[in-house]
């Protein structure tokens, strides 16, 4: 399984941002195409994928984060990110990265994952 360990999460007001890092700790993450993954209080336990990336640093996005969010990575240290800016209350959730393939799998190690909360 791959482990991933997530932060960068906090409390910002309305209009902040906020910037969350994944380190995956695989020596294969060059070759993963990578997500974020949002999980809410109202969301039954589900996760919603908010962003991805490949391998080749193609991107897409849930229609509620595009033009705030960018998710991006960094091989040389195993890493993702994703860029949050212009936060709501609606961003509140727990974040979790994981590979897209374990996700499709229903193998997913999921990580602690981070906090945001949005709120004045």
């Known amino acids: 399984q791959v482990q991933v360990a997530e932060s960068g999460g906090g409390w910002v007001q309305p209009g902040g941002s906020l910037r969350l890092s994944c380190v995956v700790l695989d020596g294969a993450f060059s070759m993963y195409p990578m997500g974020w993954y949002a999980q809410t209080q109202t969301s039954d336990d589900q996760r919603e994928m908010v962003?991805?990336?490949?391998?080749?640093?193609?991107?897409n996005y849930a229609a509620s984060v595009k033009g705030r969010f960018t998710i991006s990575r960094d091989n040389s240290k195993n890493a993702v990110y994703l860029q949050m800016n212009n936060l709501q209350p609606e961003d509140t959730a727990v974040y979790y990265c994981?590979?897209?393939?374990?996700?499709?799998?229903?193998?997913?190690?999921w990580g602690q994952g981070t906090q945001v909360t949005v709120s004045l």
């Open positions: 962003a991805g990336i490949t391998t080749n640093g193609n991107t």
């Open positions: 994981a590979p897209l393939h374990t996700v499709v799998l229903g193998r997913t190690a």
